[in-house]
């Protein structure tokens, strides 16, 4: 029921988002909640596999490319959920980072 509320809260971030940040373009809450779905299942299995690979970038940048990471997991969603678009690459920028740190705060108060 946690993973639910998870879910649900990203969605509410990721429309609170495309709210305020130019170049975010959704056709209704369907696709936001898909988006929400997508992207928390490629930050469980696909996430974790980048950070393995990039491991030798990722300390040599320390820690910074860790930010490339959840830009490229972003826009991978982006390309797999039809009714939702990032248009720009600052705004995508933004948006990972933003959903990184509110997705953070989700999983303090939701802890498992």
């Known amino acids: 029921m946690k993973y639910l509320y998870k879910i649900l809260l990203s969605g509410l971030l990721i429309l609170v988002l495309a709210?305020?940040?130019?170049?975010?373009?959704?056709k209704g809450i369907p696709p936001v909640l898909v988006f929400a779905?997508?992207?928390?299942?490629?930050n469980?299995?696909?996430?974790?596999?980048?950070?393995?690979?990039t491991f030798p970038i990722t300390?040599?940048?320390?820690g910074l490319f860790l930010l490339v990471?959840?830009?490229?997991?972003?826009?991978i969603a982006d390309y797999l959920v039809d009714d939702f678009a990032i248009t720009s690459l600052?705004?995508?920028?933004?948006?990972?980072i933003a959903m990184s740190v509110g997705q953070s705060i989700i999983n303090f108060f939701f802890k498992d």
């Open 19 to 26: 709210k305020f940040l130019p170049g975010i373009e959704i």
């Open 37 to 42: 779905l997508v992207l928390a299942l490629l």
């Open 44 to 53: 469980v299995f696909l996430k974790p596999i980048l950070k393995i690979i």
């Open 59 to 62: 300390l040599f940048t320390l």
């Open 69 to 75: 990471i959840n830009v490229v997991v972003v826009k």
């Open 90 to 96: 600052s705004t995508l920028f933004i948006f990972s």
